[in-house]
């Protein structure tokens, strides 16, 4: 099977980049240098210019210079990021080809007995006939989001080899640590130097993403007081109760299991403590500016109703915002960014999906940045897991649309 993009991307899975959610380094794993100091090198000998690998903080720039003669004065860029999710191993990923895919069950383990169930995950019957790369059921795959870096890296390998595919100056940036939502906490957008980009990070073929969750961490240490059972009363404060409390005081329909669309929630990531010391770790999330901040104030109501009850300090929050939704950060361009790409999909064949992200992106901080940033479509699913797979056509469909996109001209929108 003779497949470009197939081939980096199998390339790319078995560098072992998953980031450290624990670690207080940037990047927060070495091991992500790894692939970008490869795809630096693939980059410098494919013909990129202004190839520029970060050694401190990980990141991969470079340029695909214009040969339209300046009739486009915009800088496209596009973005992919080299980390796996923490949420499961991506060491020794072992992936597996299934050609011409019967419809079928997919036993991705026999030996573990790990099956991909067309009734746990319906959409894959929309794949019959073609060829899915799925992991072998002990790693993740890493679709997410090594699909995009090899889709972007088999664009500008046509590009830079094909002269009569007209198009502006286009940048490339690969980054760490967007998993663990630091992605672009160190990035050069002078080195980068693009007018607008496209991260390409989203999920089914057609994904056009623009509307993001705004995002809050909440983090509620509880102290209590712990008393020898027997002459307890009146004395002890159970943090761990107060901290269950504490849960129950808040929305029990605002759950991430409850939800879906543009519906916000309050999510419990962790909870852990005894008798003395608790703490319980949410996310906060909603596409509405105005509800985000509702919920940020009710979490702190619900803290000061239970320091009133148990005294002042027994529960200490601890809340900082993440980012924001990008929405009002891309309406200005909009037509060079939205429209441009529905057109592209349209006239590909792929029908376009527009939809909000139910979770956050790097496009969404760098969009508040001052790089308008929206998100598209690698052909992956279950991202972060087991069940992960991809689509080979369709990661051939997304190559298409950003080569189509690079030809765009973004002049007199």
């Known amino acids: 099977m003779q497949s470009k993009v197939l081939e980096k991307f199998l390339r790319y899975i078995k560098i072992d980049t998953e ?3 624990n670690s207080q380094s940037f990047p927060s794993s070495e091991k992500q240098k790894d692939l970008g100091r490869l795809l630096s090198k693939e980059l410098s000998e494919m013909g990129a210019s202004e190839v520029f690998f970060d050694e401190e903080y990980g990141y991969v720039y470079a340029k695909i210079p214009a040969n339209d003669g300046g009739k486009n004065k915009k800088v496209l860029g596009f973005i992919s990021h080299m980390d796996t999710a923490p949420s499961f191993t991506g060491k ?5 080809i299934i050609e011409n895919y019967d419809g079928n069950d997919i036993i991705l383990n026999e030996k573990e007995n790990i099956i991909l169930s067309t009734k746990k995950f319906p959409e894959v019957l929309n794949y019959v006939g073609k060829t899915l790369i799925t992991t072998d059921g002990t790693t993740l795959l890493g679709a997410d989001d090594k699909a995009g870096i090899a889709e972007i890296m088999t664009m500008a390998e046509i590009l830079l080899n094909s002269p009569e595919i007209q198009h502006g100056t286009i940048a490339i940036c690969f ?4 998993e663990v939502g630091a992605g672009v906490d160190h990035i050069d957008l002078k080195r980068l130097d693009a007018d607008f980009a ?18 809050a961490s909440a983090v509620c240490r509880i102290r209590g007081v712990n008393v020898h059972p027997g002459e307890a009363k009146n004395k002890m404060k159970n943090a761990s109760l107060i901290g269950m409390e504490l849960e129950a005081l808040l929305p029990q329909n605002e759950k991430p299991q409850f939800t879906s669309g543009y519906e916000g929630f309050f999510h419990l990531t962790s909870i852990k403590g005894d008798e003395e010391n608790a703490r319980l770790d949410y996310i906060i999330r909603d596409h509405s500016k105005e509800k985000f901040e509702e919920k940020k104030l009710l979490i702190s109501k619900c803290v000061e109703f239970l320091n009133a009850k148990y005294g002042q300090n027994t529960v ?5 915002d993440s980012y924001y939704n990008m929405k009002e950060k891309i309406e200005p361009d909009f037509y060079f960014l939205i429209e441009e790409a529905k057109k592209a999909m349209e006239e590909l064949g792929i029908q376009p999906r527009i939809q909000p992200i139910r979770g956050g992106t790097d496009g969404a901080r760098l969009s508040y940045m001052g790089l308008p940033c929206p998100n598209l479509c690698t052909g992956g699913h279950n991202f972060h897991g087991r069940y992960e797979y991809i689509c080979l056509e369709s990661m051939e469909a997304v190559v298409g649309l950003l080569l189509k996109l690079a030809s765009v001209s973004f002049e007199n929108k």
């Open 198 to 215: 496209y991260t390409v990070d989203g999920g089914i073929l057609g994904e056009l993403e623009y509307e993001n969750f705004n995002a």
């Open 316 to 320: 200490v929050l601890a809340m900082k």
């Open 19 to 21: 980031a450290d959610e």
């Open 175 to 178: 980054t760490p640590d967007e």
């Open 92 to 96: 020794n990923v072992n992936p597996r």
